[in-house]
């Protein structure tokens, strides 16, 4: 069940491999299955539900964990609030809307909701 805060999703990069050579891993390894998205992203329901985002514009460094919130705007303010830096403010993507913020580590962490 989707909560506010919970970590919902795993985006992670499909780095200098193609997105193609990285599914036929997890697929070989794992038996893995996938859901393309345009020719850039490809998502996987796995235990957790994630995505390979392949390099361009979209493409992080690092893996990206995405949190739910049912009050996107009320989350955007508590992270702040918090001392959070917000990265990007919210924008729409297939799916929903999100923004992405630094915690004080650095870590880079994403919050989508509808």
Avoid: C
Avoid at 41 to 66: I, K, W
Avoid at 69 to 89: F, H, M, N, Q, Y
């Amino acid at each position: 069940m989707k909560s506010t805060g919970k970590l919902d999703y795993l985006e992670m990069p499909a780095g200098r491999g193609t997105l193609d050579s990285v599914k036929a891993f997890y697929s070989a390894a794992f038996s893995w299955s996938f859901t393309d998205y345009g020719p850039t992203y490809s998502s996987f329901d796995e235990g957790l539900e994630g995505g390979f985002q392949a390099e361009g514009a979209e493409a992080g460094a690092a893996p990206l964990p995405v949190l739910y919130s049912e009050d996107l705007e009320a989350t955007l303010k508590a992270v702040e609030d918090a001392g959070g830096t917000i990265v990007r403010p919210i924008f729409a993507f297939p799916g929903g809307r999100r923004f992405h913020f630094t915690d004080p580590a650095g870590n880079e962490l994403a919050v989508w909701g509808q």
